[in-house]
């Protein structure tokens, strides 16, 4: 569905005024503002093909309808996003449930709707009607090595998908491990999963990335193969350069410091990207910014200092994507909510003064080095990141504008209300 641009451009109109009093008096404070709109303008966050339905749990899904019945359709509903927020340009597909069956259609679908394809996802933490052996004990880490080597091929497959459309990295996310003790040798399984990695490493194009992303808990419930960033960093670090860490916010244990995590893997230039979300308990995959806000800012203002620190381009060398579920949400309203606060923080984060900052570290004066990171994280930049969107030809207020032109609706006529997306 695409939404008429006189109306983007009349929206924006009666919000000008407005816009205008609030960005004037922020700009006020800022030194170099346009370099500012700059880097929040190049910042694109890719959006998972997974997440454009209504999630689940074990105790019930409740569809809200119009969901997208195919891949075409999860480009255009990403396409919409990224007319309205101009900072949503990618995709990130996850194999089987997104397979390209004509893959230059689909890339120039996407390209009509300005999007690349971010980091492919491969899956072998489900079983596939046609497959002949089963990951219920595993996949890299499985005792029998036909599994394993059926594990390794899918993800081959998964970066030729990858390849046809345009994408340069790889996230395995391995569901492995075990729910008793006793269960699992863990140094085999971490040597079968490692030697499992090497071969696909191995069958990696020169260009690409592999994304190793650990998870503490879930689906196994007494240990996980790649359950931490140590252990994912050990893998990483013997498999080469290509290989990084990924880190799902939600996949800590509580209380985990994020920022210390992020900082130390950033300066081991072994940080590949992150998959955005939040949580109270366990990989909630809620709202980005809806919980802890504030853990969000640290996050980025480590990725900030660290990136500057070894002068890369904030834009690019990282994989900024998001990877949530909404189980009570209009999913496109959560996308929207979510791209937001990513922005609004990013913002923040680029208005810490690292200078006084650095100062007061070296004097241990610990309070000035609070004041001065919430002086940023108490700083309202909405009319930075809205200025932003309006010189990348977006709107001013994209969640006002899905709702007044009842995109949800148009969707439900268009597609009916008992569809239901692939995903999770
Ligand atoms: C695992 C995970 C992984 C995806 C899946 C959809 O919890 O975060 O990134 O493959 O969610
Ligand atoms: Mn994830």
């Given at each position: ?8 451009e ?5 919000l ?10 922020i700009?006020?404070d ?11 303008i ?32 999860k ?7 990224h ?23 689909i ?25 002949e ?41 391995l ?7 006793g ?15 090497q ?9 690409w ?12 419930f ?12 050990l893998?990483?670090?013997?498999l ?17 410091n994020?920022?210390?995590?992020v ?8 940080l ?24 969000l ?27 949530a579920s909404?189980?009570v949400?209009?999913?496109l ?13 990013y ?5 810490v ?38 010189r990348?030809?977006?709107v ?29």
């Open positions: 569905m695409q939404i008429e641009k006189y109306k983007l009349e929206h924006n109109h009666s000008q005024k407005e816009h205008q009093r609030k960005f004037d008096f700009a006020a800022i030194k170099d503002v346009n370099g500012l709109l700059q880097k929040l190049d910042f694109q966050v890719a959006i998972p093909s997974w997440a454009l339905g209504t999630g689940g749990t074990r105790f019930g899904r409740f569809p809200g309808g119009g969901e997208p019945r195919n891949l075409e359709e480009i255009e509903d990403i396409g919409l996003l007319a309205l927020n101009r900072s949503s340009g990618a995709i990130s597909l996850h194999i089987p449930w997104d397979i390209p069956e004509n893959a230059s259609h890339k120039a679908l996407a390209a009509q709707n300005g999007l690349k394809f971010d980091a492919m996802n491969s899956n072998t933490f489900q079983d596939q009607p046609d497959q052996l089963s990951y219920k004990y595993g996949s890299m880490q499985h005792v029998d090595k036909a599994v394993r080597k059926q594990a390794v091929d899918h993800n081959i497959e998964v970066v030729k998908y990858g390849l046809e459309l345009g994408s340069e990295s790889l996230t395995v996310w569901s492995d491990g075990s729910c008793f003790p269960q699992l040798n863990f140094r085999k399984a971490f040597q079968n999963t490692l030697e499992s990695l071969e696909v490493y191995a069958a990696l194009p020169d260009h990335k592999m994304f190793v992303e650990y998870k503490a808990f879930e689906p196994n007494y240990s996980t193969t790649v359950g931490d960033w140590g252990q994912s960093l893998y990483t670090s013997k080469g350069k290509k290989a990084y860490t990924l880190v799902d916010l939600g996949h800590h244990l509580p209380n985990a994020i920022e210390q995590i900082a130390l893997l950033l300066m081991e230039g072994k590949g990207g992150f998959h955005f979300n939040d949580s109270k308990y366990g990989d909630d995959d809620l709202t980005v910014g809806s919980i802890k806000p504030y853990q800012f640290l996050i980025f203002n480590e990725l900030v200092e660290g990136m500057d620190a070894k002068d890369m381009n904030h834009a690019t060398d990282l994989g900024w994507m998001i990877d909404h189980n949400k209009d999913p309203e959560d996308l929207l909510q979510s791209v937001e606060a990513i922005m609004i923080t913002a923040q984060a680029l208005l003064d690292r200078k006084r900052l650095a100062e007061a570290q070296n004097n241990n004066d610990v309070v000035t080095a609070q004041e001065i990171l919430q002086q940023a994280f108490r700083t309202d930049v909405r009319a930075l990141v809205a200025e932003a969107r309006l990348s030809g977006g001013l207020n994209p969640l006002s504008v899905y709702r007044s032109e009842k995109v949800r609706e148009s969707l439900i006529k268009q597609r009916g209300s008992k569809t239901v997306a692939t995903g999770l």
